[in-house]
């Protein structure tokens, strides 16, 4: 359900838009069904996907080949099965010496399709991005102990130690990046996630719960991952913010 559910809901944020999109693709094993989903019918025929650019959260810093990489993921299960222009798919670049290299090069593409060096509130860079959770509470490569993640003015930084499997460096968007969006969207399931998920909703300190953005928050939590205070079946969780948490 919770695969259907959110399918819809990004088709539904791309079909709201008349001109260009930018969707920001998450990693993981959640989202991988959902995008093996938007390549089928109805929405493999339906979709303006000519129009789509795709960007990423986040990646980790190995080859696009390598099974570990969140592009290479996103490009099997979806962008390799539809007819999207290579040039709208814009994966980090791994294939370079370093972190800083890496992340240098990315921020001076998002920069680029944005058309300006300065984020403006009233201008979102995505139209939609998608979120995963940790069982540690990070979220994209933004782990929990790191002071790097908050008051930045950066667009996107190398991590050099993931605190979480696999331990390879990562790349990764900052959280004001991230919430230049009109909607985000949280993808959350499986038991292993209740726990924490019940902490970063009652406001506990983790990257996630740190996450805002400029549009609406939006938390879509399968029955497995759903706190006990909440329904059965898959949970639409709405938070609207415009400001960061300190």
């Keep these: 359900m919770l695969i259907e559910k959110a399918a819809a809901r990004i088709a539904a944020r791309i079909s709201q838009s008349d001109t260009t999109v930018a969707v920001c693709l998450t990693g993981g094993s959640t989202p991988k ?4 989903r938007l390549a089928k019918e109805p929405y493999s025929s339906s979709l303006p996907w000519d129009k789509i650019h795709w960007f990423w959260g986040d ?5 696009i080949e ?4 969140n592009a ?3 490009i099997k ?3 390799g099965k539809i007819p999207a222009p290579p040039g709208n798919i814009h994966t980090i670049p791994t294939d370079v010496s370093t972190l800083e290299d890496a992340s240098r090069i990315y921020q001076e593409e998002l920069k680029s399709f944005y058309g300006k060096t300065q ?6 860079l995505f139209d939609i991005v998608l979120m995963g959770l940790g069982i540690d509470g990070h979220t994209a490569s933004l782990f929990p102990g790191t002071s790097t993640f908050l ?4 667009w996107v930084l190398g991590v050099q130690e993931a605190g979480l499997e696999p331990f390879v ?5 900052t959280f004001p990046v991230m919430a230049s969006t009109q909607e985000m969207l949280f993808l959350v399931s499986g038991q292993s996630k209740r726990e924490i998920l019940g902490r970063v909703l009652a406001g506990e300190n983790f990257p996630a719960t740190s996450a805002y953005t400029e549009g609406n928050l939006i938390w879509l939590v399968d029955r497995n991952a759903s706190p006990q205070e909440f329904s059965e079946g898959v949970t639409t969780l709405q938070k609207f913010q415009t400001e960061p948490k300190e």
């Design 33 to 36: 069904p959902v995008y093996e």
């Design 59 to 63: 990646d980790r810093f190995v080859p």
């Design 66 to 69: 390598d099974d570990r990489s």
């Design 72 to 74: 290479g993921m996103a």
């Design 77 to 79: 299960a979806l962008l």
């Design 119 to 124: 984020l403006d509130p009233k201008v979102p």
């Design 151 to 154: 008051g930045t003015d950066r």
């Design 169 to 173: 460096p990562r790349i990764t968007l």
